[in-house]
């Protein structure tokens, strides 16, 4: 079946940096996109990145752009969020989620259980 | 970017009672529209897709419906299990958004 482990979260001073993982097992990985959503405690969710099925193509939403990267590793089956110059207002619970799609956005079908980031001094 | 408008932004509703949600875009986005079901604790579940169409596994009372910018989302008959927060959200284009949920408790 398909799953998605998310790890790498923690607490981290503002400023720094922190790097989220995403594995997936139970698919092909290298057919799919994959995204970063992330939901702010007690808020909705919020749409961070995208990546296409090969790395090609990706997307940020502007509250994240340049100061976050989205890669993959198609060989370990595994996608990363690099998260740069973190601020206070990122703290959130960040999903990776699956794209029913490879090259293109659609239904997020299969998602992680998420991974907390805090954002505190 | 296109905004997604969820109303009522929380509902209280008995057993076996039809529950409808509504979501409406800031621009027409065809039938590029998807709705989420997440309970506390847990991730999103994806329920419709494509504005109508019944992801697999998900019970047949939930539905979906609209298309360019008015959608509906409906549960025929509510169950105690469907307590959580409903999301629609839009694909038509980069970057895409989310309602602001609807939170449905029972009465």
């Known amino acids: 079946q398909v799953q998605l482990v998310e790890s790498g979260g923690g607490v981290v001073q503002p400023g720094r940096s922190l790097r989220l993982s995403c594995a997936a097992s139970?698919?092909?990985?290298?057919?799919?996109?994959m995204h970063w959503v992330r939901q702010a405690p007690g808020k909705g969710l919020e749409w961070v990145t995208v990546?296409?099925?090969?790395?090609?193509?990706?997307y940020y939403a502007d509250s994240v752009k340049g100061r976050f990267t989205i890669s993959r590793d198609n060989s370990k089956n595994t996608v990363y969020l690099q998260m740069n110059s973190l601020r206070a207002e990122d703290t959130a619970v960040y999903y990776c989620?699956?794209?029913?799609?490879?090259?293109?956005?659609?239904?997020?079908?299969?998602w992680g259980q998420g991974t907390l980031v805090t954002v505190s001094s | 970017d296109i905004q997604m408008t969820q109303s009522p932004s929380s509902l209280s509703a008995s057993v076996g009672d039809r529950v409808t949600i509504t979501c409406q875009a800031s621009?027409?986005?065809?039938?590029?529209l998807n709705w989420y079901q997440q309970k506390p604790g847990e991730a999103p579940k994806l329920l419709i897709y494509?504005?109508?169409n019944l992801e697999t596994g998900v019970p047949s009372r939930f539905s979906g419906s609209g298309s360019g910018t008015d959608f509906t989302f409906t549960i025929s008959s509510l169950q105690p299990d469907d307590i959580a927060t409903y999301y629609c959200?839009?694909?038509?284009?980069?970057?895409?958004?989310f309602g602001q949920g609807t939170r449905l408790e029972i009465k």
């Open positions: 990546i296409w099925y090969d790395g090609s193509n990706k």
């Open positions: 989620a699956r794209d029913n799609l490879a090259a293109a956005i659609s239904n997020l079908d299969f």
């Open positions: 959200q839009h694909y038509d284009n980069v970057p895409i958004t």
């Open positions: 494509a504005a109508s």
């Open positions: 621009h027409d986005i065809s039938i590029f």
């Open positions: 139970g698919f092909t990985f290298s057919s799919y996109g």
